[in-house]
């Protein structure tokens, strides 16, 4: 039930982010309250944009994503999203969410992520919270826990903290403008288990428990090797907060990685030889490089095979127009 006749509209822009220490598993389910804190890089260029009309016509929330009314699986966690939020913060109105991704859907580039806190931001203008950043960083944490990251440009650390209000992403005020991504696109396929999916399978795996003790004891690491800019003590600790998320992965019996997956990081081994190059990879088999803006001219002849994208920090989730008529 909508409480004027008004139609609102609100649309919001947000980059993916590429965690460095990564995020594995909830404490709290509904929430998406993590049981460690992460740390992100956000990337310029792979993004969402998303419009949201507060419409009192509707009868029920609507998701369309590229254009296309998304299946009803889709519907049903866009609905359990915005009723959770119309509960929390004692909201009225259907919604028609419009989301138009500048990301391959679903391959591990968390555009999970740019939905929900392009999401977030427009939900908070048409439903007016008036939330400050770390309010935005959190609505959009109960859509998707990465998305927390994404409301801020730049480095991102999410506390994991314990409840609503004190789990929320705040960014760091290193600057790092030499720190380049080359996001490497082996498929553009629909992961076949979602990583909420995936993560509760982890969660009753012995392997978890080393999961969060090892991102625990890579946190304080990770931040001093960003706020000292030094890419030869970060790469390292990026990758093995990448392998840690996959061998956990594996204890459950899933595998992100496909066969283009292994050849390609067999062929990485080779270049980490030649460059200062690093990898890393979210819930999918795609393979993010990290790398210095220095060497890319030198790195490039050796990636012109693959499909590539090449990114580095990106700024902070924006409303680009609103209007009520
Ligand atoms: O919040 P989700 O459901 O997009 O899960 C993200 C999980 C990883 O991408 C694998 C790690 C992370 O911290 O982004």
């Known amino acids: 039930m909508a409480t004027t006749n008004l139609i609102k509209t609100s649309t919001a822009c947000a980059n993916i982010n590429i965690a460095l220490l990564k995020y594995w598993g909830k404490k709290e389910e509904k929430l998406n309250i993590p049981y460690q804190s992460s740390i992100s890089l956000t990337l310029d260029g792979l993004y969402t944009t998303s419009t949201l009309t507060l419409d009192p016509l509707l009868t029920e929330d609507v998701l369309f994503i590229n254009g296309k009314r998304v299946s009803e699986k889709e519907q049903i966690k866009i609905r359990r999203y915005l009723n959770l939020v119309r509960e929390m913060y004692h909201r009225f109105g259907f919604i028609k969410v419009d989301s138009y991704n ?29 939330l ?33 209000t004190s789990s929320f992403a705040e960014q760091l005020s290193s600057k790092w403008d030499e720190l380049v991504f080359i996001v490497v696109i082996l498929s553009r396929e629909k992961k076949l288990v979602s990583s909420r999916e995936a993560m509760k399978l982890s969660l009753e795996t012995p392997a978890y428990q080393n999961f969060i003790a090892t991102s625990n004891s890579l946190y304080p690491k990770m931040l001093e090797a960003i706020k000292k800019q030094d890419l030869m003590r970060l790469g390292p600790l990026v990758e093995t907060s990448s392998e840690l998320l996959h061998s956990t992965i594996r204890a459950s019996g899933i595998d992100y990685y496909l066969k283009e997956t292994y050849e390609f990081l067999d062929y990485v081994k ?7 190059l690093f990898y890393t990879l979210d819930a999918g088999p795609n393979v993010k490089i990290l790398t210095s803006r220095q060497y890319l001219d030198d790195i490039m002849p050796f990636f012109k095979q693959y499909e590539i994208v090449i990114a580095g920090a990106g700024g902070e989730a924006y409303v680009q127009t609103e209007s009520t008529r």
């Open 102 to 130: 500048h990301v391959p859907t679903g391959a591990g580039l968390a555009s999970s992520a740019s939905s929900y806190a392009s999401i977030a931001l427009a939900l908070n203008n048409i439903y007016n919270l008036k």
């Open 132 to 164: 400050d950043q770390k309010g935005l960083s959190s609505l959009a944490r109960l859509g998707s826990g990465s998305a927390s990251r994404s409301i801020y440009g730049g480095f991102s650390v999410w506390h994991h903290g314990e409840d609503h």
């Open 270 to 276: 080779e270049l980490k030889k030649r460059f200062p």
